[in-house]
């Protein structure tokens, strides 16, 4: 049989919010502490939410170590200029992949996209000529320099 003490508990328990934004505005804990948290094993995320009792249980026990681990990452920036650094590497390896797959074309560049897309249209220049009666091919004709092709 519950309490009313343990009831109590367990609701305030069971308060959380859906994101770690949210839990920043409400409980003052940087979203940089609660990623941490999170990669330590902290049992206040579950699924997309953050439970706050378990966060701030969290918080009170560990934030002198990860105030120091702050500290000592990258000659002592922050986590929001770390993270902005792993970002400008990820956007360039995201460059270096994609040169890489136009080197060995897997990934074909615009510039051979348009040559090709203008031997196809030379080709089928050369078929409508053949087909169409010339009255038909001026009106093919007409209909792609309005969407700026010409033939």
């Known amino acids: ?17 859906e994101s770690m934004a949210q839990a920043a ?14 990669s330590k094993g902290c049992t206040a995320f579950k699924a997309s939410r953050v439970f ?12 002198e170590e990860f105030e120091s681990v702050m500290e000592e990452s990258n000659d002592g920036s922050s ?3 770390n993270r902005e650094r792993v970002l400008m590497l990820r956007k360039q390896q995201r460059k270096l992949d994609r040169d890489y797959e136009i080197q060995t074309e897997t990934l074909i560049s615009k510039e051979s996209v348009k040559d090709r897309v203008a031997k196809m ?4 220049t050369g078929i409508l000529k053949k087909t ?16 700026n092709f010409d033939l």
Do not use: H
């Open 132 to 147: 169409l009666s010339r009255q038909d091919y001026n009106a093919v004709a007409r209909q792609f320099q309005e969407c």
């Open 1 to 17: 049989m519950k309490t009313k003490n343990t009831v109590a508990n367990e609701e305030k328990e069971q308060s959380f919010c």
């Open 121 to 124: 249209m030379g080709a089928i």
């Open 25 to 38: 505005a409400i409980t003052g804990i940087p979203k940089e502490f609660q990623r941490w948290a999170k």
């Open 79 to 81: 986590a929001a200029v």
């Open 52 to 63: 706050i009792e378990p966060l701030r249980k969290f918080w009170s026990e560990n934030q």
